[in-house]
């Protein structure tokens, strides 16, 4: 199985954001209330801001990471779930430790929050949810209206200028820290994960490949087919085709290799597969 690293670096660039958000919450609480001045507001929030927000970005953008590692399902929006409520608890406590330590309005006792740990707790899980569920959608809605905004003339000079019109004979997949080179034609099909793909061998193994299936369609050869906006088969691979409603199809392969479903879109595509007119 391939692990894919996980690198902090990636959310050190957000770390002005998560800031300024800080320095805005506590801004409004001081506009708010007037009973603190402005600084106490603003380090009590940039703190929060600081554990929350880090901790939801750096779960973000490892979400391939996450799915790779906690399975199924249900395993890791628990694993991510408990990780945001932490982010909260361990913010709470140092939002009280900076009121008595720093501040000296009160004398610190551990664990004396109250319904704060619960509020914070439930922010950070619906704007974490929200985020893992989400964010990565706007960069691949991006990618799909760009590839529509090219005029016919574009299309068609793209492949010609460049070396996409040589079809790639390997694709490269991590294994720790090498890179293994997977014959073309050992590949059952291709599954769309955020800006990566997933690749389906003929022994059933699933490993992650960091191209696009945006990259891989101008890539690849005539005996690989897209069946859907999710899939890129192999035909050589494809044991039968049955047809399903409104216009789909489920192919099956060989050696207990999960099958996929066509979309209604792509069912002309179909069509040429089975040599129907």
């Not at 954001?17 to 380090?43: E, P, R």
């Not at 690749?199 to 490949?209: I, T």
Request: charged share 20%.
């Amino acid at each position: 199985m391939v692990t894919e690293r996980f690198d902090l670096k990636k959310t050190v660039r957000f770390l002005p954001q998560i800031m300024l958000v800080g320095i805005g919450i506590g801004t409004a609480n001081y506009v708010m209330h007037q009973n603190l001045n402005w600084l106490q507001y603003t380090i009590q929030s940039l703190s929060t801001s600081f554990i929350i927000g880090y901790t939801l970005i750096a779960i973000e953008s490892h979400k391939s990471w996450f799915e790779l590692h906690f399975k199924p399902r249900w395993k890791l929006y628990l694993v991510i779930s408990v990780a945001y409520f932490l982010a909260a608890f361990i913010a709470t406590e140092t939002e009280q430790i900076i009121r008595s330590l720093v501040f000296q309005e009160q004398q610190y006792q551990i664990l004396s929050a109250g319904n704060m740990y619960l509020f914070n707790g439930i922010i950070s899980l619906v704007l974490g949810i929200g985020f893992f569920q989400y964010a990565f959608s706007t960069t691949k809605n991006h990618l799909s209206v760009d590839s529509q905004k090219k005029s016919p003339k574009q299309k068609q000079e793209t492949p010609q200028n460049s070396q996409s019109s040589v079809p790639i004979s390997h694709i490269p997949i991590k294994k720790g820290e090498n890179i293994l080179f997977v014959p073309i034609e050992n590949i059952v099909y291709f599954e769309a994960f955020d800006n990566y793909s997933f690749v389906y061998d003929k022994k059933g193994e699933k490993k992650l490949c960091d191209y696009s299936l945006l990259f891989l369609e101008t890539r690849l050869g005539e005996e690989f087919s897209r069946v859907h906006r999710k899939y890129i088969v192999n035909k050589g691979h494809i044991e039968q085709i049955k047809p399903h409603l409104n216009g789909r199809y489920v192919i099956l392969f060989g050696n207990q290799i999960s099958p996929v479903m066509s979309s209604k879109s792509y069912s002309a595509t179909i069509r040429k597969l089975i040599k129907i007119e």
